[in-house]
């Protein structure tokens, strides 16, 4: 009982990973839905005009998010696992830049990743994985900037790319008590392959509803730094997650 209680809390909104005190050789299966409440913070920039500083803070989310949605799906036998994990963000806003100019910034953004992992440690309430897998990047990007103090004073520029970044990964897992657990997990990749550097970090909470149910609560950080042409992509996604996790 206890082992199942471990595995099903542990799920990592990252790329969730079940864990097994015990471990089973039988196939386990594990399903999540959770709200990105996440904002945007960096550098954009679109063929023909230069990269624009863009704060979509958390405070403001629910101006800026417009839409967003993620999911997870892992299956465990023994001390392997696979992973697939989607974000999906659609934001705009807009905002004062330097000398008087506005600046105004839509964008659409998919997140999704695959990867495997391995425990490297099990115990009878904590345990650590080893993961590698490769992040899938799709970003929409329409940018208007406004800069009335010019000749010319409006500025309008669209971009879209799509990259793979390969990463490594560690994600951990501690049971307190019947019902909770921490989980911490974090990522690193690019590697400039196609991203200068990619990393990725979860703190959070799960709190078990029943033996096949979690609800988990936690932090989320997305850095990617993405250079190719006119289009820049250097920016933090981070806000909270909330979700709800399914065992079968």
């Not at 997305?222 to 997650?241: A, K, L, M, R």
Request: proline share 4%; glycine share 8%.
């Amino acid at each position: 009982m206890k082992s199942s209680l471990l595995r099903l809390a542990s799920i990592s909104i990252l790329s969730p990973v079940l864990h097994a005190a015990t471990i089973s050789d039988d196939w386990e299966f594990t399903t999540a839905l959770y709200a990105p409440l996440m904002g945007l913070e960096g550098d954009v920039g679109v063929a023909g005009l230069a990269p624009a500083k863009v704060d979509m803070s958390f405070s403001d989310i629910l101006d800026d998010l417009d839409a967003g949605l993620s999911g997870s799906f892992e299956a465990r036998k023994g001390p392997w696992s696979i992973t697939a994990d989607a974000i999906w963000l659609k934001m705009s806003a807009s905002q004062q830049g330097p000398a008087s100019s506005y600046i105004r910034l839509s964008q659409d953004q998919v997140t999704a990743s695959l990867s495997a992992a391995y425990e490297i440690y099990g115990s009878e309430s904590s345990s650590l994985d080893l993961a590698a897998g490769v992040m899938l990047n799709s970003i929409d990007a329409d940018l208007d900037l406004f800069t009335p103090r010019l000749p010319v004073q409006a500025r309008s520029g669209s971009g879209s790319q799509e990259w793979l970044d390969p990463f490594l990964a560690l994600r951990f897992r501690q049971e307190i008590g019947a019902c909770w657990t921490f989980f911490a997990n974090g990522a690193y990749g690019g590697f400039e392959v196609s991203s200068d550097e990619y990393w990725q970090a979860v703190v959070g909470l799960g709190y078990r509803l029943s033996e096949s149910t979690t609800l988990a609560l936690a932090y989320r950080v997305i850095s990617v730094d993405y250079h190719q042409g006119g289009f820049v992509y250097d920016t933090e996604t981070s806000g909270p997650n909330i979700g709800l996790i399914i065992r079968f």
